[in-house]
């Protein structure tokens, strides 16, 4: 009767009606989005603390909405995944960044490497590693170059079938990288069998390492852990001056985040590695 209808009515909220239409119209719109050319990406530089300089950086996702502006990834990064469309969305990102990665390396920037983060469904297609081996041979940059960047859920959800894939990569030469490294649940046990060449710590360790025992320890921790598995170890989100100053006392290799820069259009990373030249 009335009362049950103008119960079960309550459920809707205006500000839910507007969040599931707002999902529904990004769904919408991300179907038509590479076409339109609406994604770009910006990069984000990788800086070497032995050296100072940027030895390369990691590509991220931008999408450029008619209507709403500049749309994060966090936005619409779970939505492609669960649309299918992460698939021709993953491999135009993998193709861009290995084509501008080889720009700037004909520029005479040649050590410069890129990063691109795997997605789950990428990473249980079929065709992934001859797909990864084309778009490297088709834009000319060298697998040494290319990393991937994937995360220790991605690589849990079948462990031996993640061990082959992983292999197949190796055998192309191409870097890998365990992403968000401490957040997932993962065993250390697999850490020995998965081929992998870097662990990226996350930014959830590193926000507080100055402040929160643990959090300094768990970093710590993984750096140790990294350099006796002769893996390198890079940490994201340093966005201060004592951040970086316990990481470089702990031996961690690389860095990135807001301290030395944000992701940046393409000419712009394309300016700092020119400036990082001159001085
Ligand atoms: P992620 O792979 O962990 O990337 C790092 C995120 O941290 C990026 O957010 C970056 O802009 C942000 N970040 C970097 N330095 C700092 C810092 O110092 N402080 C803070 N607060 N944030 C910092 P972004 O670009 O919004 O990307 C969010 C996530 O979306 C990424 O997390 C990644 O999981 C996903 N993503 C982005 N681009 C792609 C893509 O091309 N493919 C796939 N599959 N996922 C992507
Ligand atoms: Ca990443
Ligand atoms: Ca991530
Ligand atoms: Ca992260």
């Given at each position: 009767?009335?009362?049950?209808g103008r119960n079960n009515f309550q459920f809707y909220t205006p500000a839910m009606n507007e969040q599931a239409l707002e999902r529904l119209r990004i769904e919408g719109d991300l179907r038509s989005a590479?076409?339109?050319?609406e994604?770009?990406?910006?990069?984000?530089?990788?800086?070497?603390?032995?050296?100072?300089?940027?030895?390369?950086?990691?590509?991220?996702?931008?999408w450029q909405h008619p209507q709403l502006g500049m749309v994060s990834p966090a936005r619409f990064i779970g939505l492609a995944e669960e649309t299918?469309l992460?698939?021709?969305?993953?491999?135009?990102?993998?193709?861009?960044?290995?084509?501008?990665?080889?720009?700037?390396?004909?520029?005479?920037?040649?050590?410069?490497?890129?990063?691109?983060?795997?997605?789950?469904?990428?990473?249980?297609?079929?065709?992934?590693?001859?797909?990864?081996?084309?778009?490297?041979?088709?834009?000319?940059?060298?697998?040494?170059?290319?990393?991937?960047?994937?995360?220790?859920?991605?690589?849990?959800?079948?462990?031996?079938?993640?061990?082959?894939?992983?292999?197949?990569?190796?055998?192309?030469?191409?870097?890998?990288?365990?992403?968000?490294?401490?957040?997932?649940?993962?065993?250390?046990?697999?850490?020995?069998?998965?081929?992998?060449?870097?662990?990226?710590?996350?930014?959830?360790?590193?926000?507080?390492?100055?402040?929160?025992?643990?959090?300094?320890?768990?970093?710590?921790?993984?750096?140790?852990?990294?350099?006796?598995?002769?893996?390198?170890?890079?940490?994201?989100?340093?966005?201060?001056?004592?951040?970086?100053?316990?990481?470089?006392?702990?031996?961690?290799?690389?860095?990135?985040?807001?301290?030395?820069?944000?992701?940046?259009?393409?000419?712009?990373?394309?300016?700092?590695?020119?400036?990082?030249?001159?001085?």
């Open positions: 009767g009335k009362q049950t590479l076409d339109n050319g994604f770009l990406l910006h990069y984000q530089p990788k800086v070497d603390l032995a050296s100072g300089e940027v030895v390369g950086c990691e590509a991220l996702i931008r299918g992460i698939l021709p969305i993953g491999a135009w990102v993998l193709r861009t960044a290995c084509t501008q990665c080889r720009q700037w390396q004909l520029a005479g920037h040649e050590d410069i490497s890129v990063s691109v983060n795997l997605s789950v469904g990428q990473f249980l297609q079929k065709d992934l590693v001859s797909s990864i081996a084309d778009a490297l041979e088709d834009t000319g940059l060298p697998p040494a170059s290319l990393e991937l960047e994937l995360t220790e859920s991605l690589m849990m959800t079948d462990v031996e079938h993640a061990i082959g894939i992983l292999a197949g990569l190796k055998e192309l030469g191409v870097r890998l990288s365990i992403d968000d490294f401490g957040t997932g649940y993962s065993s250390l046990a697999y850490l020995k069998r998965f081929p992998i060449d870097v662990l990226k710590i996350d930014r959830s360790f590193v926000r507080d390492i100055t402040i929160d025992a643990d959090d300094a320890a768990i970093t710590a921790s993984i750096i140790s852990l990294a350099r006796h598995l002769k893996l390198r170890v890079i940490a994201e989100g340093v966005e201060t001056d004592e951040q970086l100053d316990y990481l470089r006392h702990y031996g961690c290799d690389e860095i990135q985040g807001y301290l030395f820069s944000p992701p940046v259009p393409a000419e712009k990373f394309e300016q700092i590695l020119k400036q990082e030249r001159v001085s």
